[in-house]
């Protein structure tokens, strides 16, 4: 089983900066990774697929790289609203397994 | 707009059935993929499994001996049974909805129910 693993956790950081969250896979998963934000007491919002395609609707401040087995999440300017805990996910055509979140708060 | 929204039991008691529906509004049910994920205490993420609007499935194979996805079209409505269940099943579960691109990667998500498995 390919495991995710996520760093920093927690990540704390002010309003403005510019954030990036590392996901770093135990195997090749090429680029079949995707990046979810979750707000307390809500479902987790897609935001990238396929490691650094945008999600319709999701702010352009949010990007994705990487491939193989290290991967990034860069919020470029945060906003009050990204404070929030983050999930990588790797994914195929019947499968998926996620990282254990980095929650990002407030400096 | 796509909506989706989970209900059934939220206490089952430890080696019953648990049962969920996830009821589809806003869009067409074909032509996607409805997937069953589950959230822990603690903030980890589990998915569960998923069903084409065909009845074609896929079970992450730990839960696999355990569990039935199906879907009822005509009522917009899928389900989830997870059975012989123990306090380990305790979590948030979701339902949602993925392109056929991406089978296991949902857009749309419901809004989640906590089941809790306890005497």
Partial sequence: DIQLTQS???LSASVGDRVTITCRASQNVNTWL???QQRPGEAPKLLIYRASTLQGGVP???SGSG???EF???ISSLQPDDFATYYCQHYNSDSCTFGQGTKLEIK | QVQLQESGPGLVRPSETLSL???VSGGSI???YYNWIRQYPGGE???IGYLYYNGATSYNPSLKSRVTISIDPSKKQFSLRLSSVTAADTAIYYCARARVASRTVPEYWGHGTLVTVSS
């Fill in chain 1, 67 to 69: 491939s193989g087995t």
């Fill in chain 2, 45 to 47: 993420l589990e998915w």
């Fill in chain 1, 34 to 36: 995707a990046w979810y």
């Fill in chain 2, 30 to 32: 074909i032509s996607y």
């Fill in chain 1, 8 to 10: 920093p956790s927690p």
């Fill in chain 1, 60 to 62: 352009s401040r949010f």
């Fill in chain 1, 72 to 74: 990034t999440l860069t």
């Fill in chain 2, 21 to 23: 529906t996830c009821n």
